[in-house]
């Protein structure tokens, strides 16, 4: 890889990149990981980032790792233990979360850094496994079996129907917890759920980004939909397009000068979210100041 | 039940945190149809007190039954507006949809909200004057626009207990009377208990007052004096008054 890779223009770049997609069948695979892995994360980020659990999503990402290190060591398939690694980690965080409200940042945190650190013991002693590490912290697309792709498309299927089936409970839950308690809503099951599947969404993206990148994929395109649309049903939509064009991009502009693929869709998306930040906010400047030149003082009602 | 059994019934309640107590020895009895105004200090135990009507804490000591039934068992005959919503404020969603929420525990489990719920969301919005701010969202909302918004969707489940924790806090004077008007319409087919720091503001609405402080100091139908005031906040009922 040279700079002059990044010489060549835009138009270069796609028309390689297609190029190869039209003929390399692992790159075909790479892009529909991307895409379904898009699903998730933008349906269950924009759970995440309205009920601000950036922090609970991201230990539960990051504790995965234990459950990954313990399939590969006793000779299970990992990401067979990566999903009951973050099943697990999403019942014990959230039960943290339900009862133990006083301490919930530092018992997160702990079992964050625990769930990693054994996850690293196990992978340390097993033997050949040292070399695919960085591959599940921080992903690769590009190795993305074919037959992984069923697997991921039923992880879909599962998140779509279970939002589909309480999408009243679980906006409930995320609004205010305390009015759905006392509507009869049993409010730890479906917190508890609502975490489940947030896990789901990790497992479904540990191969497109990493487990350590993960967070920003679920978090961001969420956070940028919700700069522009103002209903949970838009902003799944628009964090779910947005997410399969920068998993796109992203596999795009990493093509060429032969990068990995995981950390430049984080940074696009990360540069997506920045740009998109500044530019919100100075709509809604523009706005107020509208406001306050156009009808001056807008009649309030009641 | 029958008509004449108390809606709300406390006995002998005590309630703590931690070491120390909130709410000790309460008695309180409170009969359909009744407005009944919650008053005291600061800390002294209000708001606890409704959220163990509410079933929302369950006490140390002593017994409450709402409709005669353990508070937990009523909650959805129960209507609450709390003195700190506890949502954010920039969350996506309109004020529909926020109304919509009180209709939860009634029908069916899966899907979506159906067409009567939304029949009733519309009805709990026209009796709080909220109709017009349907589709706004609740971010968008001035003070007395969100209280009414909150009143509704504590409405739309048809509650057979009003409960509100100082609804009229953050909003002007003005906007204030004009709740209390609509919660002495309401309460001409449910019972309301109303918590409130504002003594003399409530004591022009409610039927009876309940003074609250770690225990029940007084309950009185006629109109409250400077004695009881004087027995309940101590020396320093002028500062008390005029904190809001």
Known sequence: MTMCAWCSTSTDVMDGFIHALTHQAFLQTALAAGLLASIGCGVMGTYVVVKRIAFLAGGIAHSVLGGIGAAVYFGLPPLAGALGAAVLAALLIGGIRLQWRAQEDTLISALWAMGMAAGILFIAKTPGYQSDLMSYLFGNILLVPRDSLAFMAALDVLLLVAVAAFHRQFMAVAFDEEFARLRGVPVAFFYLLLLVLVAVTVVLMIQVVGLILVLALITLPAAVAGHYVHSLGRMMLVATLLGGLVTTGGLALSYGPDLPVGPTIILLTGGLYMVSAVVSRHLARRRAHRAFHGAAGEARHG | ?244
């Open chain 2, 1 to 244: 039940m029958t008509a004449a059994d108390p809606v709300i019934e406390l006995r002998d309640v005590g309630f703590s945190y931690g070491a120390a107590p909130v709410l000790e020895e309460v008695d309180l009895t409170v009969e359909a149809g009744e407005f009944l105004g919650i008053v005291g200090p600061n800390a002294g135990g209000k708001s606890t007190l409704l959220k163990l009507v509410l079933g929302l804490l369950e006490p140390q000591r002593g017994d409450i039954r709402v409709l005669g039934r353990p508070p937990r068992d009523a909650s959805r005959h129960l209507g609450y507006v709390a003195q700190y919503p506890g949502f954010a404020r920039d969350f996506p969603i309109t004020v529909e949809q926020t109304v919509l929420m009180g209709r939860l525990g009634s029908g069916g489990w899966l899907g979506r909200y159906g067409r009567a719920d939304r029949a009733a969301a519309w009805q709990a919005m026209v009796e709080v004057e909220a109709e017009d701010l349907a589709q706004r969202q609740i971010g968008s909302l001035s003070g007395g626009q969100l209280q009414r918004t909150l009143l509704a969707r504590a409405l739309v489940g048809a509650p057979r207990v009003l409960i509100l924790d100082e609804p009229t806090a953050n909003i002007d004077q003005r906007v204030e009377s004009d709740i209390f008007d609509l919660l002495g319409r309401l309460n001409e087919r449910m019972t309301i208990l109303v918590v409130s720091h504002d003594i003399a503001f409530i004591s022009a609405y409610v039927g009876r007052v309940a003074c609250i402080n770690r225990t029940l100091v007084c309950h009185k139908t006629e109109a409250v004096e400077g004695e009881i005031i004087q027995e309940l906040y101590g020396d320093h009922v002028r500062m008390v008054q005029h904190q809001h």
